[in-house]
């Protein structure tokens, strides 16, 4: 026990370190190559006007953005593969992602051109509008897929493939009615996008984030219950049903509200508990923390790649991670 | 022996050819709505006069020619086209959640119709078509190729996945390839699916193609039946399984490129209309093929003629129209996770 503590420490600290580098690298590579010692000038304070500009308005928010979201949506990952005992959950397959951007698409599509709602109220509204919109999803997958003998996973991964499809096509057709350039932006944003965020952004997403992630870890416990199937739980003393289903709210929660700013990204909260799993094994308490390290460097290295690999125009860092993850899936997929 | 039994009865006949019949005649009349109905409202009397004495001078008839009739003979095409592919593939592979758009067949059509515009600069649409073809049969190739990878072999729920993440993997590098060489715009066309704006040149390189898929798909369908039964059982009746296979697998290729090479993305026609075939004709593939056919062309000229009436003047991508009708019917299979019904 005390040396797969020791062990864990030390898998974390490795991925806290994974994280640094790759964070001092996206300082350094863009469109733009700011030699790492102008990186550290301008940090402390000694740079140039333009690449303060760049450094703390451009690059600085973008990847704080992309640790949030990249440990968002692992957690969230995390506890439905846990929840639901199946290993090929993901937020992005289930459909909740795709609810979550039909609320926020509905929510764009209506204030556009109205002057009530300025830019700045917009982006701490549309998490709320995300969040209503995933839990609508999450409602109807478990609705759908729920029988008198209950939820079983290859069920509930089924509905969630379709209930994916209808939010999809419901999506386009609201987008076609959208004007150009709102249609473009829709388009890069749904694709799973964080390029051009600033501050505000972060300030909207951190408070969801800073809640539900120590929340994700306070309620873990029950994950491991929850793992030894219905009956066993119940036998231990634990509300099952309850639990389940705080859990699942705090999962469809962390998904909803990244969405909001990061747009569909794909197959994220799929691979980064997977690859924790291997690392630390399935103790939930330390499984979910791993998770979020994960997942947050994970898509700090997306971003970094969508912007560098195709130089000098960039990709949205969701195709970068559905590349990346949609081999990985397929490879669960032969084994499993 | 044996064989009989699975002989199609006197009863799944007369309802066959009930389909067939008053199908015609249905898509015969949605073909008529939809050259009639549009931006110009046509009456049908002058439908009917442009076609059987056209006058140039007309712009009604101009429309008509030009416009309305590619367009409704298209969906035609198209509807009957997937259809046939998901009855071929359900049969096949005896799995009731295969169809084209869902194993990743016209993921991989436009897949490599983005390469074909990104990389050769390929604008014809026989060049287009090809493409369509091969990325066709890589898109099938790569779904069933992880399923005989997996150690159990291909469940319905397995297909299904395979399916969706190929679907994911392709398009993500579509749109990354479609972002930088600057295509998006020449490409989102095939990803919404539509049937607007198609010229007759656009059909008339395409119809050989379905002609000649939907003769073999008759041909191959009473062996189809046999595949049905099993491996075991087809082998036992003496059937070359591995010929059957491969005549089925290049007809659904032939008939989902050319519906994707004209028409983009356009899902769950593949899925729907097999089963409503089976529900009502029963399980033999000789009378469910020429059916699915019917209604497939049917079910995809309606739903072009719905996608015009959601927003007009504005075109809904009947992508979105297919999708919305399909996925209810997607989930009642989902409910039963994959079983039954074939």
């Not at chain 1, 029950?222 to 030894?228: A, D, K, Q, S, T």
């Not at chain 1, 690859?275 to 971003?303: M, Q, T, Y």
């Not at chain 2, 959640?97 to 993921?107: E, K, Y």
Request: some cysteine.
């Amino acid at each position: 026990m005390k040396a797969k503590k020791s062990k864990s420490i030390k898998v974390a600290i490795l991925l806290i370190a994974a994280i640094i580098i790759t964070f001092f690298l996206s300082l350094s590579f863009g469109s733009s190559f700011i030699p790492p010692i102008e990186v550290a000038k301008t940090l402390f304070g000694n740079g140039t006007g333009e690449y303060d500009l760049i450094l703390f308005d451009f690059r600085l928010p973008r990847m704080v953005i992309a640790i949030l979201i990249g440990a968002g949506m692992a957690v969230s990952g995390a506890i439905l593969q846990s929840a639901t005992q199946n290993g090929l959950a993901d937020p992005g397959i289930l459909g909740i992602n795709s609810g979550a951007g039909f609320a926020v698409i509905i929510y764009i599509f209506f204030t556009q051109g109205m002057s009530f709602a300025s830019p700045f109220l917009s982006i701490f509204i549309m998490p709320l509008f995300a969040l209503i919109g995933a839990i609508a999803a999450a409602c109807l997958i478990y609705l759908f897929s729920w029988k008198k003998t209950g939820v079983t996973p290859i069920r509930l991964i089924l509905v969630g493939i379709g209930i994916n499809a209808a939010f999809s096509a419901l999506i386009i057709i609201f987008q076609l009615k959208m004007d150009p350039r709102t249609f473009t932006q829709a388009t890069v944003w749904l694709s799973g996008n964080i390029s051009g965020v600033d501050w505000s952004y972060v300030l909207s997403l951190l408070p969801w984030i800073l809640i539900f992630i120590p929340a994700a870890i306070y309620k873990s416990r029950y994950l491991n219950v929850l793992g030894l199937g219905d009956t066993a739980s119940i036998g231990l003393g634990v509300n099952v049903n309850r639990e389940r289903r705080w859990l699942l709210f705090i999962s469809v929660t962390l998904a909803g509200t990244s969405v909001a700013v990061g747009g569909g990204i794909a197959f994220l909260g799929l691979v980064a508990p997977q690859l924790a799993k291997k690392l630390v094994g399935p103790r939930n308490e330390i499984l979910i923390p791993v998770s979020a390290l994960v997942g947050a460097f994970l898509l700090l290295l997306s971003d970094l790649i969508s912007r560098t690999i195709l130089a000098p125009s960039e990709i949205p860092v969701g195709l970068v991670v559905s590349a990346i993850g949609a081999p990985y899936f397929i490879y669960l997929l032969i084994k499993s | 022996m044996a064989l009989l039994q699975f002989k199609a009865s006197a009863r799944n006949k007369v309802i066959a050819m009930i389909i067939i019949i008053f199908g015609t005649a249905l898509l015969v009349l949605s073909m008529a709505i939809s050259i009639a109905f549009g931006a110009a409202n046509i009456d049908v009397g002058t439908v009917w006069q442009s076609i059987v004495s056209f006058d140039p001078a007309r712009t009604e008839h101009q429309i008509i020619q030009r416009l309305r009739l590619p367009r409704a003979l298209a969906a035609a095409l198209v509807g009957a086209a997937l259809a046939v592919s998901g009855a071929i593939m359900q049969g096949m592979t005896r799995n009731p959640l295969a169809s084209p758009s869902i194993m990743g067949v016209t993921a991989g059509s436009t897949f490599m119709i983005a390469v074909a515009l990104a990389f050769a600069s390929v604008s014809s649409s026989i060049g287009l078509m090809a493409a369509a073809f091969i990325g066709a049969g890589l898109g099938a190739g790569l779904v069933f190729g992880i399923g005989s990878l997996s150690k159990n072999g291909l469940t319905p729920v397995k297909l299904a996945l395979a399916g969706s993440a190929i679907t994911a993997l392709l398009s993500s590098i579509s749109s990354a390839i479609a972002i930088h060489f600057d295509v998006a715009k020449d490409l989102s066309f095939w990803y919404a699916g539509g049937v607007a704006g198609l010229q007759w040149e656009n059909i008339i390189t395409a119809l050989p193609v379905f002609v000649i898929g939907l003769l073999i798909a008759v041909m191959i369908s009473g062996s189809i039946t046999v595949m049905s039964l099993g491996d075991e059982v087809a082998t036992g009746l003496g059937q070359r399984t591995g010929i059957v296979r491969a005549l089925g697998f290049v007809t659904v290729l032939l008939l989902t490129g050319a519906a994707v090479s004209i028409s983009g993305t356009i899902g769950f026609v593949g899925l729907v209309i097999p089963h409503i075939t089976r529900f009502l004709v029963g399980s033999d593939y000789r009378l469910i093929i020429p059916c699915s056919a019917v209604l497939g062309g049917v079910l995809l000229v309606l739903a072009d003629v719905g996608a015009r009436l959601i927003n007009p003047p504005f075109e809904t991508p009947v992508g979105a129209v297919t999708a919305l009708i399909g996925v209810p019917f997607f989930l009642y299979l989902a409910r039963r996770e994959g079983r039954g019904m074939l």
